[in-house]
Every structure is written in C-alpha cells, then in structure tokens.
C-alpha cells in the first residue's frame, strides 16, 4: 500500500451547497494525488488535522466511483451523516444490539 502522506490542502475547506458535487478544481495537489490513487483500484488510508478536508477529500473519491458498486459506510451516526453514508450495523442490518454480549456472541456464532 502505497504511503501518503497526511492531508494538508491550501486552501480553506467548505462543503458544497446542498445538491452540487465537490469541484476537483477545490482540491490541492495532494488530495488529487489520494483521489489517484483511490481510483487506481488500490486502498489507501487518509488522516489529518480537524478543518483539513478529509471529509471534503472523502466526498470527492466517493463522487468519482460507481455509486452501483460503492457502499459508504462509517462507524458512527454523525460520521455516516457527515459523508452521507449509513453506519455499519445499519448497512449490514443488525440495528441496534439490545441483548447482553454473550449472547450476542452465540446468535453471530450460528450464523457462521
């Protein structure tokens, strides 16, 4: 996996009004080279400061795959919102767990 470094763009990140796409032309060298990268069918793993365009960064190689092959996950309800996605247990179905952890356990167990 190819490493790339953290994600500082120059310029100063602001989501899309509502209904319009992230402009590749917003993006900074770095974040193209990420986008690159993503649509070169390899995986990659993008960090940064608070305010530096991860999410925007996110919205734009989520814009450029094939929404019929492309699922948007993210481990909690702000971060799914955020990049308008689902979160995992929604995207796989399981909802809220409302039962104690063993036997949680044994349920996922014979689903195996």
Do not use: W
């Amino acid at each position: 996996m190819p490493v790339v470094p953290k994600v500082m763009p120059t310029f100063e990140p602001v989501a899309p009004p509502p209904g319009q796409g992230v402009s590749l032309v917003t993006l900074s060298d770095e974040q193209r080279r990420v986008l690159e990268i993503v649509k070169s069918g390899k995986s990659i793993f993008f960090t940064g400061c608070a305010g530096t365009g991860k999410s925007y960064l996110l919205k734009a190689i989520i814009a450029s795959l094939s929404p019929n092959t492309t699922f948007v996950t993210a481990l909690t309800g702000v971060a799914a919102l955020n990049i308008g996605g689902k979160t995992l247990h929604s995207f796989a179905g399981i909802g809220l767990v409302r039962m104690r952890c063993r036997r949680f356990s044994r349920a996922v167990r014979r689903l195996c």
